[in-house]
């Protein structure tokens, strides 16, 4: 599945209040210790970990409001997504 229906498939399972929003997207690779959220680190993997992909979702006015999709580092296989509300972790979903 690619990334935006992934995306969206959560949203509208998960948050749909927030499901309809302006969303924006950033990709960047990193590492699990780029990760500050703990329950998040502590989900992937650990033959992922050295090397991810990280989709962020974000929309304006929304800086509190995150949504993050962890895929191995080629984006082949999805790992875990969830929204990150002022740095707590709200309903993720692990793939892996």
């Known amino acids: ?36 959220n703990e329950e998040l680190k502590a989900s992937i993997p650990v033959e992922f970990k050295k090397e991810l992909t990280c989709w962020v979702f974000f929309y304006d006015g929304g800086a509190s409001n995150v949504v993050y999709l962890l895929q191995d580092k080629q ?14 972790l709200i309903k993720p979903i692990s793939f892996a």
């Open 1 to 36: 599945m690619s990334v935006i229906k992934v995306f969206r498939h959560y949203m509208e399972e998960q948050h749909p209040h927030l499901a309809y929003k302006d969303w924006k997207v950033d990709v960047r690779a990193i590492s699990a210790d780029d990760i500050r």
């Open 75 to 88: 984006g082949l296989r999805d790992l875990g997504i969830g929204l990150l509300k002022e740095g707590e």
